[in-house]
């Protein structure tokens, strides 16, 4: 394990590392939250201090992402997979959805869009392992789609859009859907070509259990006759996030880090600026030491690698094993990549430090040493 002081890095891709300072916070707010006399896991949330908490973790959100007025912003539950039903169940109107395929995540996506709606494939990297992003000039995007929806990170393959299509260019009306859990806040969104981003927040906002949607304003009020209530986005925004009970502590927790967000600076930026320019200094340390290293390997296309997921895999896979213990030694956490995959993952969300890639490279650096 890590060295006295320090708490071992965490490479997991979710639930993740959470910064440091957040979890320190959360620590010493635990038995009595500024005075109440409560934890927030114990207040009403129709009492004032809840209220004055999650109004405040919206505003800060709104900042931080620079989310335009005429969007709303949702707190919900069941994670993506949730959405997975809940977006069609809204945005469908059960008539015929486009689905742009780059991975696990968007095949889920569009498998369990078919129970709602007419889900047409209208692109896929499948041919590819996932490694490449199909060009958006090659989509066959349905005249009269409801909605076009991608996922923008990969979370599994390390794929990730490094920027957002413009539907209009591409002959589309419909509003763009992203998935964007597992990079949401780690670069800025551009809102203009963007109609609902949905996200769990376990990768880089909090603990499991809070959903974030973020819905322009006219794709409300479209919901299928089936839709649950709680899952209404009409119903939820008219309800400011309460028609049921939110995800009180999941709220709380993301709120700290949207602050603790917000507080952060590099090279003159501030927020997710400042959080992009870390991300990009620490994916590209990673990837240019795996590119020329003739011992480890990522196979994904450079123009589409994903700053927050990154796969590798050792040439010499009977390796592998010791490859974790040794890391595990080094104080490097959770680095095993997904089982459809194989080989490793760092996922090197927000609450990453460089000093904890430049920790891992280090260690792949030595490992090659002694057994290439
Ligand atoms: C983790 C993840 C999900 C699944 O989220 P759940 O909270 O487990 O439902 C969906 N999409 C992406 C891109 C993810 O990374």
Redesign the pocket.
């Known amino acids: 394990m890590a060295g006295a002081g320090r708490r071992p890095y965490n490479f997991s891709?979710?639930p993740a590392a959470m910064p440091e300072a957040v979890l320190q916070r959360a620590a010493s707010e635990m038995l009595d939250w500024h005075g109440s006399g409560m934890s927030v896991m114990e207040m009403s949330h129709r009492g004032k201090e809840f209220g004055a908490i999650c109004a405040q973790a919206e505003a800060d959100l709104r900042t931080l992402l620079a989310v335009p007025e005429h969007f709303h912003i949702l707190f919900m539950q069941?994670?993506?997979?949730?959405?997975?039903a809940i977006v069609p169940m809204n945005l469908s109107r059960g008539g015929q959805v486009d689905f742009v395929i780059t991975g696990s995540?968007?095949a889920?996506?569009q498998k369990e869009a078919q129970r709602y709606c007419q889900a047409h494939v209208a692109a896929s990297n499948a041919d590819s392992n996932h490694t490449q992003l199909p060009a958006p000039s090659t989509w066959q995007l349905s005249a009269d789609a409801s909605y076009v929806h991608i996922?923008s990170?990969?979370?599994?393959h390390g794929v990730e859009f490094q920027e957002l299509p413009d539907l209009a260019t591409l002959g589309s009306q419909a509003p763009l859907v992203i998935?964007?859990?597992?990079h949401v806040a780690s670069r800025p969104v551009d809102w203009r070509r963007v109609g609902l981003a949905f996200?769990?927040a376990?990768?880089n906002l909090g603990p499991?259990g809070l959903?974030l949607v973020i819905v322009r304003d006219d794709l409300l009020g479209h919901a299928l006759e089936i839709c649950p209530s709680a899952f209404n986005y009409r119903i939820v925004a008219d309800n400011q996030s309460m028609y049921n009970t939110p995800p009180t502590w999941g709220i709380y927790i993301a709120g700290l880090t949207f602050q603790w967000l917000l507080g952060q600076t590099e090279g003159g930026l501030t927020g997710v600026a400042a959080m992009e320019q870390r991300n990009l200094a620490k994916a590209g340390l990673l990837y240019d030491f795996i590119d020329a290293s003739a011992f480890y390997e990522n196979k994904v296309s450079p123009d589409c690698r994903s700053r927050m997921n990154v796969p590798f895999f050792l040439r010499d896979e009977s390796r592998n094993d010791a490859f974790l213990a040794g890391a595990r030694e080094a104080g490097l956490l959770q680095l095993k990549g997904h089982k459809s995959v194989g080989g490793m993952r760092a996922s090197i969300y927000n609450a990453m430090p460089l000093e904890g890639v430049q920790a891992l490279v280090a260690y792949m650096r030595e490992f090659e040493r002694s057994h290439a």
Not at 78 to 84: D, V, Y
Not at 153 to 156: D, L, P, S, V
């Open positions: 891709a979710g069941g994670g993506g997979l949730g959405e997975n995540w968007s889920k996506s996922c990170n990969e979370t599994i998935d964007f859990s597992s996200g769990g376990q990768k499991a959903t």
